[in-house]
C-alpha cells in the first residue's frame, strides 16, 4: 500500500517523533522496541503509532509522532473476527452448534447462486477463510453494503473459488454473525458483550452499530492520503469488523484467549489448528514466526482511519497491541520488526522484504 505522504505526516515525521512517556507504573521498554515503534512514523509514514506491551516484567506503553492517548478507543477493524470466533467456539463447547455442520444448517436457503451453495460449506470453513465465498469488500461498484443480507448478496454475485483454500474473505464472518442470531436469538454483539465485554470488564469495547462516532476519549483518524475520518458508518464491516476498543481491553481480551480463559482446552486446541490453511490462519487468529524462532498469536485490524495489530504467545503471558492513527502501515517489514523487538531477545531482523506466515493486511 502507498506510503502516506500528506503533508501533515512530513512535519510530523521530521518534528514529532518523540517517544512518549510512560506513567509511573510502566516498565522502561527495550530500546529497540522502542526504536522499532518509531520506525512507523519517520519510515512507514504514519501520524502517529501506540504500543502497549505486558509480561512477567510489567507494562510498558510508549507513542511515537503525534500524541495518542493511553485510554483512547479507536476502531479494531478485523480483530472483530476474533470476538466472533471466540463466540462460535463456545457455543460449540456448548453443544449448541458444531464446526462441521453445514451452513445451510443454520442459515437454509441463504447462500445459493453462481456455484455457492451453504450445502457444502461448513463452519469450519468460515471460520478459516477456506470456504472459497467471494470477499464483499472487494466490490467496489454498486451500493455501500449497510446490512448483512446486502454484504451476503454481493458476494453471492460473484462465483466462489476453490473450496479449501485459504482466501481471506469479510462475507465468512458475515455470515458467522448471522448463524451466532440462528443459534442463540440474539445477536453476535450482544453474544460478545455477554460472554466476552462483561466477563474480562472490557469498559472500552462496544459494538457501534450505526454510531458513526467514537467514544471519548479518543483522538483523529487519517487515511493513507491525509483526510480525517474519525466518523464513519461502520455497518459496512459488521461481523467482520466493526469493533471499537482500547488497547488496554485488547491486551487483556488476547491474553485470556491464549491463555485459556476463554475457551475449554478442546476448543482452545481447534482456535489455533491452521492444518486446513497449511500454517496460515487458524479459526479467528493466526500465527507468525518470528526471526528468533518463536510464533505468536492474534490478528490485525484494518478499517477505514485505524489500523491495530495484537500479538500473543501461545500461553498469553506475553501480549504486544500497537495501533496507528492511520489506515495502513506504510511498509510491513516495519510491523514485523516491532514484533520481533518486542518479543525476541536476538538483535531484530533489518527492515526489507520478509517473509509472513500471516495472512495480508485484509
Known amino acids: 500500500m502507498p506510503t502516506l505522504r500528506a503533508p501533515l505526516v512530513a512535519a510530523l515525521a521530521t ?33 502517529a503509532a501506540a504500543l502497549l506491551a505486558e509480561d512477567r516484567s510489567g507494562t510498558r506503553y510508549r507513542t511515537a509522532g503525534a500524541a ?28 449448541s452448534l458444531r464446526l462441521d455442520d453445514t451452513v445451510e444448517r443454520y442459515l437454509p436457503g441463504l447462500v445459493r447462486g453462481h456455484g455457492n451453495d451453504g450445502r457444502h460449506l461448513t463452519l469450519r470453513s468460515l471460520l478459516s477463510h477456506t470456504s472459497g465465498l467471494f470477499n464483499y469488500t472487494a ?32 462475507t465468512n464472518y458475515v455470515l458467522l454473525g448471522l448463524i451466532i442470531r440462528s ?33 471519548e476519549p479518543h483522538g483523529r483518524g487519517y487515511t493513507s492520503g491525509g483526510r480525517d475520518v474519525t466518523e464513519l458508518d461502520p455497518r459496512r464491516a459488521g461481523a467482520s469488523g ?27 486446541r481447534e482456535l489455533l489448528d491452521t492444518s486446513a490453511t497449511r500454517g496460515v490462519y487458524a479459526l479467528g487468529i493466526y500465527p507468525e514466526r518470528l526471526a528468533c524462532g518463536l510464533t505468536v498469536w492474534g490478528h490485525n485490524g484494518h478499517i477505514t482511519g485505524s489500523y491495530v495489530r ?29 514484533l520481533d523487538a518486542e518479543f525476541c531477545p536476538a538483535p531484530t531482523r533489518a527492515p526489507g522484504p520478509v517473509g509472513r506466515t500471516g495472512p495480508p493486511v485484509p
Request: proline share 8%.
Open 310 to 338: 495484537a500479538a500473543t504467545t501461545s500461553d498469553g503471558r506475553h501480549t504486544a497491541v500497537f495501533r496507528l492513527d492511520t489506515d495502513a502501515v506504510g511498509d510491513p517489514s516495519l510491523e514485523l520488526a516491532l
Open 139 to 170: 466490490e467496489t461498484t454498486g451500493p455501500v453494503p449497510l446490512s448483512p443480507g446486502q454484504a451476503v448478496r454481493i458476494a453471492l454475485a460473484h462465483s466462489p473459488g476453490p473450496l479449501g483454500t485459504y482466501a481471506y474473505s469479510n
Open 183 to 215: 443459534v442463540t436469538g440474539r445477536t453476535y454483539a450482544a453474544e460478545a458483550e455477554r460472554r466476552i465485554i462483561v466477563p474480562l470488564h472490557l469498559t472500552g469495547t462496544s459494538f457501534p452499530g450505526a454510531r458513526t462516532t467514537l467514544p
Open 68 to 95: 495518542l492517548g493511553r485510554d483512547d478507543h479507536f476502531r479494531a477493524g478485523s480483530i472483530t473476527k476474533s470476538f466472533v470466533a471466540t463466540v462460535v467456539l463456545q457455543l460449540a463447547a456448548e453443544g
Open 15 to 47: 518534528t514529532l517523533c518523540v517517544l512518549g512517556a510512560a506513567s509511573p507504573s510502566d516498565e522502561p521498554a527495550p530500546s529497540a522496541t522502542l526504536t522499532a515503534l518509531a520506525r512507523l512514523v519517520t519510515d512507514g509514514g504514519a501520524p
Open 242 to 268: 466493526e469493533l471499537i476498543s482500547t488497547l488496554a481491553d485488547l491486551d487483556r481480551f488476547y491474553a485470556a484467549l491464549l491463555g485459556g480463559a476463554l475457551l475449554p482446552w478442546a476448543q482452545r
